[in-house]
């Protein structure tokens, strides 16, 4: 098997297969998400491919009504927000994720410490497709 | 940590900024160019532009606002300091934070002996959204790729604080109504109005029109009223966000043995730090900025100063969330009671730790490259008394500060200056 590098472009590959990867030091085992190519807890460069369960909590969330353009595009605007968020994952790591699921527009339903899975989400870029990572409420 | 000290001393000889506001008809030149007047004028002694050797001038991304770039040599022949040497920093909303820094270490290590720092953005040319998209080019990849914007990643630092702390969003509103207070005395300010000031005169527009008059009884019903403050990016409602600015702030700086020359009141530069952050990702805590502890530990190192010495703080208010976790993270309050302090009145303008003198951010406005220095401009007001109504009245008034972000939370300053 070829030996994949530990980059945002691997990391988005395995996003569009529907995996959420980490990396992992040989030498002292600190876990990254999404990957790391250094170590930055001891400087090792020994890292390998680690698979996510997927599963966590929400650990700090808003609901957008001013959005980019791309997210203006997918149809959200001041009337229907969405929800982002970071999540904490039961390995201990921590990604960024839309959130759904759940109101964006009752915020106050959504609750830190709530427990969530993984879901992808894809969109085009300059016709390619480019998969992202969302959470809902387990 | 190892002790930091500069070279040789530096100091403050002079500064300036524009008012802070939304120019249709003013570009980047035509704002340095006010700046960079009243900075010349405000040297006691007087001063020859001829003096200065070189200029550090802090841009965020102009490149985007107004798809020009490289402004370092633009302003340098405006000025006319061309063909001396001109460096652009770029360091998000501490861009010109950045410039100083450089400024203090290029005088420090010897090489020069006076040179102008500054900073200017140009932002209010394109739409809303686009400011939106252009300040969201500094949130980090994995943020912006799900939606994040700038916004949404202070919302996200108010959740997380909120569900630590038990503080609400009543408790940011307070940081709001404090910071606005100190805006009609400046007359710099973008936003030169209390709050209170602008519930009333929502009032009086709906009566003018003939439409049913809003019965807000005070600024916290005002600022609860969904119509009259809604959200932008939950919890941070308009009134927690700063303004959409462009302005140009700058300053004369100088070797401590030659600053005699120009003025009796040079403000010494006696802290300097700086520091780096990550993303959400990867942030130890979502409630703390570990550049802001860096830049802190740093300046405090340098400077032989504790937080209890610091008499009065400029602090990054881009949205009302930041100010109460940076106020912690500075070491002005334990951590989880920043907002209890604003609810105290600890941190007003006749308080025992008067925080944003200027209005901040939020009222005096936030174009991002001009930022950081403008901090600066108030606490070299504030240090030589000609703050005006706005004057922190403390008996033996010499040491102030400035903190500067940039990003979401990427790159944070932190100076302490004092008069001599």
């Known amino acids: 098997m070829e030996k994949k590098i530990f980059s945002d472009i691997e990391y988005n590959k395995y996003l569009n297969k529907k995996k959420l990867m980490g990396s992992k030091c040989k030498k002292c085992g600190s876990l990254f998400t999404p990957p790391r190519p250094i170590c930055i807890d001891c400087y090792g460069t020994d890292m390998e491919w680690v698979e996510m369960k997927g599963t966590g909590k929400l650990a700090a969330f808003t609901c957008i009504s001013i959005g980019p353009p791309f997210m203006i595009e997918e149809g959200f605007d001041r009337k229907h927000p969405y929800c982002v968020g970071v999540v904490e994952l039961d390995e201990g790591t921590k990604v960024d994720a839309r959130i759904e699921g759940i109101d964006p527009a009752r915020p106050e339903t959504i609750k830190v410490g709530m427990p969530l899975a993984v879901k992808y989400l894809h969109r085009k870029k300059k016709g390619e497709k480019l998969t992202y990572l969302a959470f809902e409420p387990v | ?54 200029l550090y001038l802090g841009n965020f991304s102009n490149d985007f606002f107004v798809h020009q770039a490289h402004w370092a040599p633009m302003i340098s022949d405006l000025i006319g300091l061309s063909p001396k040497p001109a460096t652009r920093t770029e360091g998000a909303c501490a861009s010109s934070a950045l410039a100083f820094r450089e400024g203090v270490f290029a005088i420090a290590s010897g090489f020069y002996d006076i040179v102008l720092v500054g900073g200017v953005e140009d932002m209010s040319k394109v739409s809303t959204e686009e400011v939106a998209e252009g300040l969201a080019l500094a949130t980090v990849p994995y943020e912006g790729r799900v939606g994040f914007t700038f916004p949404g990643v202070f919302g996200v630092i108010a959740t997380a604080y909120f569900a630590k702390y038990g503080a609400s969003h009543r408790d940011l509103m307070n940081v709001t109504i404090k910071s606005h207070n100190n805006a009609p005395f400046n007359p710099k300010a973008q936003i030169p109005f209390t709050i209170r000031d602008m519930m009333n005169a929502k009032i009086e527009r709906a009566k003018a029109k003939g439409r049913p008059a809003p019965q807000w009884k005070d600024e916290i019903e005002f600022l609860s009223d969904l119509s009259a403050n809604p959200p932008v990016a939950w919890p941070m409602h308009l009134y927690d966000c700063c303004p959409i600015s462009d302005g140009a702030s700058c300053m004369i700086l100088a070797a401590e043995e030659i600053a005699g020359n120009f003025t009796d009141k040079p403000l010494k530069v006696i802290g300097i730090g700086q520091g780096s952050g990550r993303g959400f990702h990867s942030a130890k805590s979502l409630t703390s900025f570990e550049a802001t502890q860096n ?18 703080s400029e602090v990054h208010d881009c949205f009302s ?15 989880g009671e920043g907002y209890k302090a604003v609810r105290d009145g600890l941190t007003r303008l006749d308080g025992p730790i008067p925080i944003n003198t200027s209005g901040g951010l939020k009222s005096k406005g936030h174009p991002v490259g001009a930022t950081g220095t403008s901090q600066l401009v108030e606490v070299w007001k504030q240090l030589r008394n000609e703050a005006g109504e706005r004057q922190v009245k403390k008996k033996n008034l010499r040491i102030g500060a400035a903190h500067n972000l940039g990003g979401t939370g990427g790159t944070c300053t932190f100076t302490i200056l004092e008069r001599r």
């Open chain 2, 295 to 312: 830049a802190a530990k740093e300046a405090y190192g340098m400077s032989g100063l504790k937080p209890e010495d610091i008499q009065f």
């Open chain 2, 1 to 54: 940590m190892k002790k930091r000290k500069l070279g040789r001393g530096v100091a403050v000889i002079g500064a300036g900024m524009t008012k802070f506001g939304m120019y249709k008809n003013k570009d980047s030149k035509d704002l340095f160019t006010e700046a960079f007047n009243e900075t010349i004028a405000s040297v006691d002694k007087g001063f020859d532009p001829n003096e200065i050797e070189a």
């Open chain 2, 321 to 335: 969330i930041a100010e109460i976790i940076h106020t912690e993270d500075l070491g002005f309050f334990k951590k």
